[in-house]
C-alpha cells in the first residue's frame, strides 16, 4: 500500500469517529453536568458541554491504532517506533490530565507538576530537542539543557492551546491548521510515522470545528487542549527538530509560532503587572480583537489566516515545490482578513459614536 495512503486513512477514520461520538458525548456530558458555564471572561451565554476532548482523544488514537494494524509502522526503526510510542503514551497522559481538570477540578500546581513529569518521561524515552538554530551561529547542541528545553516545550505547547481557547472553534481550527502543514512538511522531509500522527490529530481537529465552531454546540475542554498541544509539539520534535538541518530545526516554532507568541506575550504582560502568569485574564489576542469590537467568527477567522500564513511561510523555508507561491497566496489572503477586521472595528467606532 503506497504510503500517502496510510494518512489519507487516518485523516478519515479519525474524522469519522469525531462525527460518530460527539453526539453521545454531548448527551452523556449534559446528564451528568460537565458544562462550562458562563462567567466575565467568558462568551458563552448558556453553559455548554466541556469534555469534547474525548472524541479528539478517541479519533486520533483509533485512526492510529487502525493504520498499525494494517501495516503502517512496520518500514519505521525501532529507535523512530519507541519516538512515537513515547509520544502516544506522553499524549495520552496529558489528555488524561486535563480530563481531570476537567472534571475536577486541579490545581494549576498540580496539572503542572504532573505535565512536568510526564514530558521529562518522553525526554528519556529519546524524545528530545538536541539542537536549537541560532541566527549567525548554525545549530547550537544543548547537551544537558536538552532536557529542560525540551520538557518546557512540551509542556509549554501543551498550554499554549488550552490558552487559546477562548473562543469557538479558535483551538481546534488553529491547531488542524497547524496539523496539516505539519503533514505536509514531515512528509516532504520524509518522516512518515510523524505524518502519521498529524494526519489522525488533523483529521481530529477539524472534525471536531462540526460541532465546535461559532455557536459551539460543545467544547473541548482542557483534556482535547493539552492532548492536541503536547501531540504537536511531540511531533515537531521527532519529525522535524530530529533532523540536522537548520531550517528544519525552526519549522516547529514557526508553525506554532501564533499560539507561542500569544502565550509569551500574555505571560510577559501578567509579570509585568505583578500578576501571576498562571492566573487567568483577558489579555489574549482573542480577548484584544472581541473588546475592539470585532465579532467572534471574525476573529477567529482572522486568527486562523494568521496561523495559515505562518504556516505558509514554514513550506516555503522547507523548500516544499512551490512553497513560496502558497506563501504569497496566504500573504494575500491575510491582508484581506486583515482589512475586513479594520472595517469591522471601524463600524464598530462609528456606531459607539451615535
Known sequence: MPVELYHLIAFLISVTVVLWTIP?????GLKFGIVDRPNARKIHKNPVVRVGGVSIFAGTIVALLVVWRLGAFTTIPPSKQLEVGAILCGSILFFCIGFADDLLS?????RLIMQIAVAAGCWFTGVRIDF???PFAGLIH???LSLPITVIWLVGM???INWI???DGLAAGVSGIAAVVMLIVTLFMNQPAAALIAAALAGAALGFLRYNFNPAQIFMGDGGAYFMGFTLAGVGVIGLVKTTAVTAVLLPYVILAVPILDMSAVILSRISKGKSPFVADKSHLHHWLLESGISPRLTVLFIYTLTLWVGSIAMGFSNIPSGWGYAIAATVL???????VYRNRQGQKTENRK
Do not use: E, F, I
Not at 491575510?334 to 475586513?340: D, F, I, K
Open 24 to 28: 453521545d458525548v454531548k448527551t452523556v
Open 106 to 110: 486541579l490545581t494549576p500546581r498540580s
Open 132 to 134: 536549537l538554530s541560532v
Open 142 to 144: 544543548l547537551s544537558w
Open 158 to 160: 501543551a498550554n499554549a
Open 165 to 167: 481557547d477562548g473562543v
Open 334 to 340: 491575510l491582508g484581506y482578513t486583515s482589512w475586513q
